[in-house]
C-alpha cells in the first residue's frame, strides 16, 4: 500500500516536472535562428573584439532586464512597453559609447528599423482588458 502511494504521488507530479524541463532548454534549432540576426549585425557593424565584447555585454543585461520584465505578472501591458523604450533608448546610449560614429550610424538605422516593425505587430494585436 505504501509502495502504490508514492507511486501515486510521483505521477500526479511528473507532467510538473517535465514541463518545468521544457521551459528551461532551449530547442538547438531555435537557439540557432536567435544568433543569427546579431551575428549578421555584428558583421555589417564591422566591430572590433573588443567592441564586440563590450556590445555583446550591453545586448546580454539589457535581454535580461527585458526578461525579467516580460515574467513580471503584475504591471499592466502598457506600463511594461513603456519601460521597455526607455530600456531602449538607454542601450543605445550605451552602444553608442562602444562605437564609432559611422558604426552607430548603421547601427540606429537596423535598430530602427527592427522597432517599427515590433510597433507594427503590436498595434495588430488586440488588445485585451
Known amino acids: 500500500m505504501k509502495n502504490f502511494r508514492i507511486i501515486v504521488l510521483l505521477l500526479m507530479f511528473l507532467p510538473v516536472f517535465a514541463v518545468q524541463a521544457q521551459e528551461k532548454t532551449i530547442p538547438a534549432d531555435k537557439a540557432e535562428k536567435l ?13 572590433t573584439p ?15 532586464k527585458r526578461r525579467d520584465l516580460k515574467n513580471d ?9 513603456k519601460i521597455v523604450k526607455v530600456y531602449f533608448n538607454e542601450m543605445d546610449a550605451e552602444v553608442q559609447k562602444v ?7 548603421t547601427y540606429k538605422e537596423m535598430e530602427d528599423k ?7 505587430m503590436q498595434q495588430k494585436q488586440p488588445k485585451i482588458k
Not at 543569427?36 to 557593424?45: I, V
Not at 573588443?50 to 535580461?64: C, F, H, V
Not at 527592427?114 to 507594427?120: A, F, G, T
Open 99 to 105: 562605437l564609432t560614429a559611422e558604426q552607430f550610424a
Open 114 to 120: 527592427k522597432r517599427l516593425r515590433m510597433d507594427q
Open 50 to 64: 573588443e567592441q564586440d565584447a563590450k556590445y555583446s555585454q550591453i545586448m546580454n543585461r539589457y535581454a535580461q
Open 35 to 47: 544568433k543569427k540576426p546579431a551575428q549578421k549585425k555584428k558583421e555589417l557593424l564591422k566591430m
Open 73 to 81: 505578472t503584475v504591471m499592466k501591458m502598457e506600463e511594461k512597453r
